[in-house]
């Protein structure tokens, strides 16, 4: 049973529009949330971590959490070409880490 | 600034050859992963440790095992190396256990 489900996509977005980006996971009991970027042959890198319900702003990010339905999303804002990425869901339960398989970005020029 | 290092970006080894994969990491964190990353199945965690010379098995541990003697390196070895273990491998490090993990930049393995 996969403990985190993304979207693969892929997800095309213009420049300047918002992206939407969405993970659902499976353990209520799941305790922190993450979402990582990872460009194509690279590693992935942080952008937002989450804990609490609600909305968390960091620049062009906002990381949203519903705890009751068991979602949480990452909004990009004013969307850049070099956004393109892969966006990892990461959700933290027991001490270990569940990844999603990653949501692929694409932002047209 | 963190920094998790990995001793080899590509390694093309040959079926039974044994495998090291080393990483360092130079943040004084207690916690320590190994993940493989394949097309489709995401990221999935081999093993990892809160403590040196500790070791937990995480989903898939099959025809691995790992190696901490100190801190600040973990490494992965693959006894008899298969086709099937061809894959990315990443090394992450955490300060606490549901912080934020650190990866490092990969090492690709190709096994003939």
């Not at chain 1, 042959?41 to 990010?61: A, Q, T, V, W």
């Not at chain 1, 990009?76 to 949501?103: E, H, K, M, W």
């Not at chain 2, 100190?70 to 990315?88: D, P, V």
Request: proline share 3%.
């Amino acid at each position: 049973q996969k403990e985190v489900e993304q979207n693969s996509g892929p997800l095309s977005v213009p420049e300047g529009a918002i992206a939407s980006l969405n993970c659902t996971y499976s353990d209520r009991g799941s305790q922190s949330f993450f979402w990582y970027r990872q460009y194509s042959g690279k590693s992935p890198e942080l952008i937002m971590f989450i804990y609490s319900n609600g909305d968390k702003e960091d620049g062009r990010f906002t990381a949203q959490l519903n705890k009751a339905s068991q979602y949480v999303s990452l909004l990009i804002r004013d969307s850049q070409p070099s956004d393109s990425a892969t966006y990892l869901c990461a959700v933290n339960l027991g001490n270990q880490f569940y990844f999603g398989t990653g949501t692929s970005l694409t932002v047209i020029p | 600034d963190v920094k998790v290092t990995q001793s080899s970006r590509y390694l093309v080894k040959r079926t039974g050859e044994k495998v090291f994969l080393e990483c360092v990491q130079d943040m004084d964190h207690e916690n320590m992963f190994w993940y493989r990353q394949d097309p489709g199945l995401g990221l999935r965690l081999i093993y990892f440790s809160y403590d040196v010379k500790m070791k937990e098995k995480g989903d898939i541990p099959e025809g691995y095992s790992v190696s901490r003697e100190k801190k600040e390196r973990f490494s992965l070895i693959l006894e008899s190396a298969s086709t099937n273990q061809t894959s990315m491998y990443l090394c992450a490090s955490s300060q606490s256990r549901n912080g934020e993990l650190f990866f490092g930049e990969g090492s690709r393995l190709t096994v003939l």
